[in-house]
């Protein structure tokens, strides 16, 4: 009888291995992290959800998962739920982070992008005036202001740290700064008796022009980035409003009716040597001053509808930029002047939207069925000048009172 040769004895283990016999290696899972890429405004909040599953790919529910972040400046856990398979992340600051769910091991992550805002803006989204803002894209929204009154008019401070608006949740309208973020309101004007309204911080941070009634008309005042040393700019019988300020903080532009209709004037910055500078028998107003002072943006219903135009200083060189059958208004500068927001019911409601300060590239920002369409105002990105705020929303008309 032949003897059977049997070979090496881990040929054998080899083919045991092969058709599907025992592992001696552990059982593997997966984990994966969904969505797996988020972008998100400073300050917003959002969740992520973790899929843990077993090496055949049946999901381990309740599973234990361990979440963490490369980044907490820029991203934060401050949350689980659902056993530990969910998480609730907060934005903290701009900048790039992984948020990492760990089981067994095993890991995934999801790529976090935090960009701060570039504008803010008024919204009726909830009911009442909310100042929100949005990033340059239009894919996030944040309410910063969070109050049953209603709050408006948002004009950013130079630096960017602060937020002036007015409120009336003393029961009057006041002028209130609060921070970037929405916390620490705090109320400049303190006047029960009139209505404080439009702030509008001069370029170097240290004054804030607004509109007052406190003098029984409308007038343009300034005051102390503080609240003190209030000095009344425009003292005319008419009614005067407060628009934007130059660049260079020397001249403030305001409108007025003090000719029998609505005009754009321009005064030095004490009050002194006003300018009638559209000179039309329109309604010529919201005027604002391009960052480099070569331009000054406004509303006009000179062509039947409202547009925004564009002039120069002198009131010269009239440009319709908007050019539309429909009504576009509240024109405000980005702060390096390529880029012109403004109000439009285009879209059969009002809307923010951006274009080239040529007219051209329209982007429709807030996609809402809510009111967006005013009090816009642009973040300072480091320069000097902070772009002015818009005129709180007429909806019939957007005429003056």
Same mark, same amino acid.
């Given at each position: 009888?032949?003897?059977?040769?049997?070979?090496?004895?881990?040929?054998?283990?080899?083919?045991?291995?092969?058709?599907?016999?025992?592992?001696?290696?552990?059982?593997?899972?997966?984990?994966?992290?969904?969505?797996?890429?988020?972008?998100?405004?400073?300050?917003?909040?959002?969740?992520?959800?973790?899929?843990?599953?077993?090496?055949?790919?049946?999901?381990?529910?309740?599973?234990?998962?361990?979440?963490?972040?490369?980044?907490?400046?820029?991203?934060?856990?401050?949350?689980?739920?659902?056993?530990?398979?969910?998480?609730?992340?907060?934005?903290?600051?701009?900048?790039?982070?992984?948020?990492?769910a760990a089981a067994d091991g095993q890991s995934g992550s999801a790529a976090i992008t935090v960009v701060p805002p570039a504008?803010?803006?008024?919204?009726?989204?909830?009911?009442?005036?909310?100042?929100?803002?949005?990033?340059?894209a239009g894919t996030d929204v944040l309410n910063l202001s969070h109050n049953a009154a209603d709050d408006d008019w948002p004009? +950013? #401070?130079?630096?960017?740290? =602060?937020? !002036? /608006?007015?409120?009336? @949740? %003393?029961? &009057? $309208? *006041?002028?209130?700064?609060?921070?970037?973020?929405?916390?620490?309101?705090?109320?400049?004007?303190?006047?029960?008796?009139?209505?404080?309204?439009?702030?509008?911080?001069?370029?170097?941070?240290?004054?804030?022009?607004?509109?007052?009634?406190?003098?029984?008309?409308?007038?343009?005042?300034?005051?102390?980035?503080?609240?003190?040393?209030?000095?009344?700019?425009?003292?005319?019988?008419?009614?005067?409003?407060?628009?934007?300020?130059?660049?260079?903080?020397?001249?403030?532009?305001?409108?007025?009716?003090?000719?029998?209709?609505?005009?754009v004037y321009a005064m030095h910055a004490d009050g002194t040597l006003p300018v009638n500078l559209t000179n039309n028998p329109?309604?010529?107003?919201?005027?604002? +001053? #391009?960052?480099?002072?070569? =331009?000054? !943006? /406004?509303?006009?219903? @000179? %062509?039947? &509808? $409202? *547009?925004?135009?564009?002039?120069?200083?002198?009131?010269?060189?009239?440009?319709?930029?908007?050019?539309?059958?429909?009504?576009?208004?509240?024109?405000?500068?980005?702060?390096?002047?390529?880029?012109?927001?403004?109000?439009?019911?285009?879209?059969?409601?009002?809307?923010?939207?951006?274009?080239?300060?040529?007219?051209?590239?329209?982007?429709?920002?807030?996609?809402?069925?809510?009111?967006?369409?005013?009090?816009?105002?642009?973040?300072?990105?480091?320069?000097?000048?902070?772009?002015?705020?818009?005129?709180?929303?007429?909806?019939?008309?957007?005429?003056?009172?």
């Open positions: 009888m032949k003897r059977m040769f049997a070979g090496p004895w881990w040929l054998g283990v080899f083919a045991l291995a092969a058709c599907g016999g025992e592992s001696t290696g552990p059982t593997r899972m997966s984990v994966t992290v969904s969505p797996a890429t988020v972008q998100r405004l400073v300050g917003g909040s959002f969740s992520l959800r973790a899929t843990v599953k077993d090496a055949a790919g049946n999901v381990v529910a309740g599973h234990t998962v361990t979440w963490t972040t490369s980044n907490s400046a820029v991203a934060t856990v401050v949350a689980t739920h659902t056993g530990t398979d969910s998480a609730l992340v907060k934005a903290q600051g701009p900048g790039t982070a992984s948020i990492t504008l803010a803006f008024t919204t009726n989204r909830d009911g009442n005036d909310q100042i929100y803002v949005v990033d340059a004009s +950013w #401070s130079p630096n960017g740290s =602060k937020i !002036a /608006f007015h409120s009336d @949740r %003393d029961g &009057n $309208f *006041e002028v209130y700064v609060m921070n970037a973020d929405g916390t620490g309101p705090v109320n400049l004007t303190n006047n029960p008796a009139w209505d404080d309204v439009d702030p509008l911080w001069s370029p170097d941070g240290s004054k804030i022009a607004f509109t007052t009634t406190r003098d029984g008309n409308d007038e343009v005042y300034v005051m102390n980035a503080d609240g003190t040393g209030l000095i009344n700019l425009s003292n005319n019988p008419a009614k005067d409003y407060a628009d934007g300020w130059s660049p260079d903080g020397s001249k403030i532009l305001f409108e007025t009716n003090r000719d029998g209709n609505w005009e329109a309604l010529d107003a919201l005027a604002n +001053w #391009s960052p480099d002072g070569s =331009k000054i !943006a /406004f509303d006009t219903d @000179r %062509d039947g &509808n $409202f *547009e925004v135009y564009l002039m120069n200083p002198d009131g010269t060189g009239l440009v319709d930029l908007t050019n539309s059958g429909t009504n576009e208004a509240f024109p405000a500068w980005s702060p390096d002047g390529s880029k012109i927001a403004f109000g439009t019911d285009r879209d059969g409601n009002d809307e923010v939207y951006v274009m080239n300060s040529d007219g051209t590239g329209l982007v429709n920002l807030t996609h809402s069925s809510a009111f967006d369409g005013y009090t816009v105002a642009w973040r300072p990105t480091g320069v000097a000048h902070a772009a002015a705020a818009l005129r709180p929303h007429r909806p019939a008309t957007r005429r003056r009172d």
